[in-house]
């Protein structure tokens, strides 16, 4: 009787934004000499850094699967969390994850995989792929394998569809607005800054970490413009808001008008703007030079007793994965502030945190994203005051 063959994968991912462009690498080797057997790597659009690991994980169990059905494997990566929710010893909370690691599960019988987590500096070959894939993706292409293996003859001449790789997803072109592509339903997401404070007109800073200030009389009047479209449009099924007060009552007056709730996400809410709070760009910059100039010019940086652009992306990020698990297929108003709504934004598009100061973003406008069921977005309008004219 013939011993049970042994199979060795790796497997790593990437995300270049976290979300943004993503892609993953896996390599399946003999477990007995180390010789490489098969490659595999895709980018896969826009994704997480923990979507992209599970899908190289998925990848590589496919490829040694179509080697050798009856193989035992030991999964190595470097994603802590991947080995330690597969391996049972982590709960796997976040919706996103749980489908992947239940389709991971599913290729080889319970008791063939194993895993073990390895440094980085160990997992270059799944590294370089990843990234290989993540370039081909910004080229507009597809990663193809540089050359033949040697031992390439022993995969099936045709391997399961799901494994081979798929063109880039294109976005159709549509007319600017919230419909739906013909890609599937979207989530799409109305981002709606609130109306004006006192403090708008004068462009002072006003975060989560000063005054809560209320809509002015302008303001008020601009939620009403602002309900009075969105029930001309009829699209909207929900309403988030950020928790401060400007935005609830900006939100407020929609609901009104469509005869919906209007649920709170604590990520929505502005930057806290530290010392910087109610200064306007002037008075910082004399109060507080070098550290305007060092918040300016990182988005790690944050004004004292503050928040960086990095913790606010982090933050923000997790609310819009969990707006996306809740709403699925549905398009959501939500008002936030001008920090949160360019965040979106940027992510969307995969682009710099320095993009942040270089999109204007008006009281009472209206933005749209559109999220697709293969980790892609489109962004479908920014900063449209129409309604407000």
């Not at 502030?337 to 940027?346: A, C, I, N, W």
């Amino acid at each position: 009787m013939a011993s049970t063959r042994r199979f060795i994968i790796e497997a790593d991912g990437g995300s270049r934004g976290n979300p943004g462009p993503a892609g993953y690498g896996a390599a399946v080797r003999d477990g007995d000499t180390g010789e490489l057997l098969a490659e595999a790597a895709e980018f896969i659009g826009v994704a997480t850094n923990n979507v992209a690991e599970y899908r190289g994980l998925i990848a590589g169990l496919r490829a040694a699967h179509a080697i050798d059905p009856e193989a035992t494997v030991e999964v190595r990566m470097d994603s802590k969390l991947v080995v330690e929710q597969m391996s049972g010893r982590w709960k796997i909370k976040h919706p996103d994850m749980q489908p992947l690691a239940a389709e991971a599960r599913g290729i080889f019988p319970r008791g063939r995989v194993g895993y073990q987590w390895m440094p980085r500096a160990q997992n270059k070959h799944a590294d370089r792929l990843a990234n290989e894939a993540m370039d081909a993706g910004k080229a507009g292409r597809q990663w193809v394998v540089a050359k033949p293996l040697p031992h390439a003859q022993t995969l099936p001449q045709q391997q399961p569809q799901e494994t081979l790789p798929k063109p880039l997803p294109q976005v159709p072109a549509a007319p600017v607005g919230w419909g739906a592509a013909d890609m599937g339903t979207p989530t799409t997401l109305v981002l709606l800054r609130h109306g004006e404070t006192a403090l708008t007109p004068e462009k002072r800073f006003s975060g989560s970490g000063g005054a809560d200030p209320e809509l002015s009389e302008r303001g008020r009047a601009q939620a009403e413009l602002v309900a009075e479209a969105l029930a001309a449009r009829g699209t909207v099924q929900a309403i988030v808001s950020s928790p401060l007060l400007r935005c609830r009552q900006t939100a407020q007056a929609a609901a009104d008008r469509l005869g919906l709730e209007v649920r709170i996400e604590e990520g929505l809410r502005e930057t806290d703007f530290g010392t910087f709070e109610g200064l306007t760009f002037a008075e910082a910059k004399e109060r507080f030079p070098a550290e305007l100039d060092a918040w300016l010019a990182s988005a790690d940086a944050a004004p004292p007793g503050g928040e960086s652009f990095t913790a606010v992306a982090r933050r923000v990020s997790v609310a819009r994965d969990r707006l996306l698990a809740r709403y699925p297929g549905r398009t959501v108003l939500v008002v936030s502030h001008v920090t949160p709504v360019k965040t979106l934004v940027r992510l969307a598009l995969g682009a710099p945190p320095e993009s942040l100061f270089r999109m204007e973003l008006s009281a009472a406008s209206f933005s749209a994203i559109q999220y697709y069921a293969d980790g892609n977005a489109s962004l479908r309008l920014l900063n449209d005051t129409a309604h407000l004219r």
